[in-house]
């Protein structure tokens, strides 16, 4: 009797422990149905629909000719930014018109709306509908180049006409060249006076140090080229079978998240909706983490960034992982349920107790009246999968418009320090002073640690790594300051023209002694970028991190490429966007670096789109070719027992012979830049070595282990406390329509 009534209450603990999960999971659906029937509404920025039917009401009321002109140019905007060019065209060619013939002045807007309209419809008819691997990637070539010509032709042709009137605008200019190209007829046909010279030239040409091969995207054939707005991605191993699983998600509020379970053998599943990610909607960003140390890894989706307190306050979620091939939002029940615009965070234990916890960097829209206070926040793990926000007590609770947070020992001190960019000029750096007990107290030390700004300089993404592996972190800013349409930047740089205005990354090499030095400019950083998404890994297995930015903002005219940079030696950054073929001309945003096929080279995923359901496009997968056939690397999953289960803020130092010369190479756990995700296992080139002469893996717990004599090109699983380095047999995939290369595993 006893032994029936105890596996009775068992079954109802089980019972009652999967409800209040099914209950947390569905309150979440009906939060954020909620948002979904709230969204479309004139005074919300980004609701385009409801903008097409506002300005087509003023239209068809007694207004005069001005006014009527007026409203077509805000109906056809938003007709753009749905996506419905040629609705717009039939609104803008008879208004244009009319200017003509009557000689109205001071409406060239309607006219460059035109141009805009024609170059997008092009965009759709061939980039879109007819998609092909080399669509949109600059410089356009081959496949890329529009087989039906109409829109570029006349938008080349609005354009020049304005250019005409106003030769001194730069963003026409670009347009037009980037017109001319989608033709095949750049450089040869563009009148000398307008042209943009070299945008065909390969850095190869410029810089014969640096040699690469082209990257081939391989998203559409294996059925990853998700077509939707702006959003997050994360490559990892979701089920623990070895093989790298992809998850993406998009920002409006309707967009589902996407999982792709890797079957390998060189083919993917969608598994969107047995997963139960399909009907979890919304989220900017994401990123991965074993918040309860079951050993499956767990997702953090963020909302709400951009959309101010009007329709910002949404949730994120945290999203468990179940083991069984499903996820639950298990928000509500782990207490990290907030109303918050942000698209920002990072895992880390901050307070050195075995248990991941979370900062988040809120959006606070200073100047605004309207606007509410977001202080950043700072979850704590209660070690049972809860948490409690202690961010005010640690000292973390600042305002601002953060849009990229990272964290990393940056002191060498064993405790993990926080840093914050933000669109409203500040720089946070928070050193972490410890404590004895569950909370760490932070102090901001960004003034003395030489990173705060002389004059206003708005920055986007941010990490910390060891660009030159010398044992102690550097930090990465993207610059995100301008004062014209970005896309005129990128004229301005092609015909050496000075702007006044940075948009390049800033790099702060750490002195070794709590401070820095920006060494963007002798490091060869001068390039603009304006990067939203961005992440960094080691395209060619030297030991040094390069760094892939995708680029761009929310304008519909931003039609500037991504760009690689590949790292020399520590010492300097080479543009090899060109050569590499993946300067794509759509909004970027998260970017994954991850050996997706096992073949020893790390491949690049992107998150392609913008902000409007006009701007959604088609990510990109951009397989290696092993940039280096010579170059070596090691695989290393680490599985914490007293440290977080995988290892997040633990940290490796490799120690090689190449070439005679020995070296270090340092690597930190965690997934990489603030706008994407890449596997916490750890992808290390190690370049020409044979060998690794040791291994040493300081766990964030404390605890520090060495490994010598190790064989490069394996997989290895090594746990925390334990002598034994499991080989992880792992098979090279080969996916459909890959172009081969020697694989190193």
Same mark, same amino acid.
């Given at each position: ?347 880390? @234990?901050? #307070? !050195? %107790? *075995? /248990? +991941?916890?979370?900062?988040? &960097?809120?959006? $606070? ?5 309207? =606007? ?93 790594? @060891?660009? #030159? !592996? %010398? *044992? /102690? +972190?550097?930090?990465?800013? &993207?610059?995100? $300051? ?5 896309? =005129? ?98 909004? *970027? ?157």
């Amino acid at each position: 009797m006893r032994k029936v009534f105890s596996i009775g209450l068992i079954f109802l603990c089980w019972i009652i422990m999967s409800c209040d999960k099914d209950s947390s999971h569905d309150q979440m659906l009906a939060i954020l149905k909620k948002q979904q029937q709230n969204y479309n509404r004139f005074d919300n920025f980004y609701a385009s629909d409801a903008h097409v039917a506002y300005y087509d009401s003023l239209i068809n009321a007694s207004y005069g000719a001005q006014d009527k002109m007026r409203y077509a140019y805000n109906k056809a905007r938003a007709l753009i930014a749905l996506g419905r060019e040629d609705e717009a065209v039939e609104i803008l060619e008879p208004q244009v018109e009319k200017i003509k013939t009557e000689k109205i002045q001071g409406m060239d807007r309607l006219k460059e709306l035109l141009g805009l309209a024609y170059l997008r419809g092009g965009e759709r008819v061939n980039c879109i509908r007819n998609h092909t691997p080399e669509t949109c990637i600059l410089p356009i070539q081959g496949a890329g180049i529009h087989r039906v010509q109409t829109g570029s032709r006349n938008a080349a042709h609005v354009y020049e006409e304005l250019l005409n009137d106003h030769p001194q605008n730069l963003e026409y200019r670009w347009l037009l060249n980037i017109a001319y190209m989608t033709l095949g007829e750049y450089p040869a046909k563009v009148p000398e006076k307008i042209l943009v010279p070299n945008l065909n030239v390969s850095i190869t040409e410029v810089d014969s140090g640096v040699f690469i091969k082209p990257f081939q995207d391989m998203a559409a054939q294996l059925s990853l080229d998700v077509n939707n707005m702006a959003g997050g991605c994360i490559i990892d191993d979701f089920d623990n079978d070895g093989y790298l699983d992809i998850v993406t998600s998009a920002w409006g509020v309707e967009d589902e998240m996407h999982f792709f379970k890797n079957n390998g053998d060189g083919s993917f599943s969608d598994q969107s909706a047995s997963s139960k990610l399909k009907e979890l909607t919304g989220g900017l960003n994401l990123m991965q983490m074993d918040y309860n140390n079951d050993g499956f890894k767990d997702i953090f989706v963020l909302r709400g960034a951009w959309l101010r307190d009007s329709y910002g306050l949404q949730p994120n979620s945290l999203l468990k992982n179940n083991g069984d091939g499903t996820f639950s939002d298990v928000t509500m029940a782990s207490g990290l349920l907030s109303f918050h615009p942000t698209q920002t965070a990072t895992w880390n @234990d901050f #307070n !050195n %107790d *075995g /248990w +991941l916890d979370v900062f988040i &960097g809120n959006e $606070t829209w200073e100047g605004n009246a309207s =606007s509410g206070k977001h202080p950043a926040e700072l979850f704590i793990s209660n070690q049972d999968g809860t948490f409690t926000n202690v961010a005010e007590q640690a000292g973390v609770d600042f305002t601002g418009f953060v849009k990229g947070v990272t964290s990393g020992d940056y002191n060498n001190d064993g405790w993990k320090d926080i840093f914050a960019t933000s669109l409203s000029g500040q720089r946070f750096l928070l050193k972490n002073k410890g404590g004895s007990g569950k909370i760490p107290l932070f102090e901001n030390v960004t003034k003395q640690a030489g990173i705060f700004p002389d004059t206003i300089s708005r920055t986007f993404p941010t990490w910390f790594w @060891d660009y #030159n !592996n %010398d *044992g /102690w +972190l550097d930090l990465f800013l &993207g610059d995100f $300051t301008f004062d014209r349409p970005i896309s =005129s930047y990128s004229a301005a740089e092609g015909l050496n023209i000075s702007t006044g205005v940075s948009g390049a990354c800033k790099l702060y090499r750490n002195n070794h002694d709590g401070t820095f030095t920006n060494v963007s400019e002798e490091v060869g950083l001068t390039k603009k970028a304006f990067a939203m998404g961005a992440n960094f890994g080691d395209i060619n297995n030297d030991g040094f991190l390069d760094i892939y930015l995708g680029t761009g903002n929310p304008e519909l005219e931003s039609i500037v490429p991504n760009k690689l940079f590949q790292n020399i030696g520590g010492k300097k950054f080479v543009d090899v966007t060109a050569p590499a073929r993946v300067g794509h001309l759509q909004k *970027g945003h998260a970017i994954s670096f991850a050996d997706v096929d096992n073949d020893g080279d790390q491949d690049i995923y992107i998150e392609l789109g913008g902000a409007y359901k006009g701007d959604a496009f088609h990510n990109a997968f951009y397989i290696n070719p092993d940039q280096d056939e010579l170059n070596n690397c090691i695989v290393l999953d680490l599985v914490g027992t007293k440290t977080n289960r995988n290892a997040i803020g633990s940290r490796i130092k490799l120690t090689i012979t190449e070439g005679g010369k020995k070296r270090s190479i340092y690597r930190d756990v965690n997934s990489g830049g603030s706008f994407g995700a890449s596997p916490l296992r750890r992808e290390i080139g190690i370049g020409r070595a044979e060998m690794i002469y040791e291994i040493e893996i300081q766990w964030h717990a404390g605890q520090t282990q060495v490994f010598r004599n190790v064989k490069p090109n394996q997989f290895l699983r090594i746990t925390e406390g334990s002598t034994i380095v499991e080989n992880i047999p792992l098979k090279a995939l080969t996916f459909t329509g890959q172009k081969s290369h020697n694989h190193h595993h």
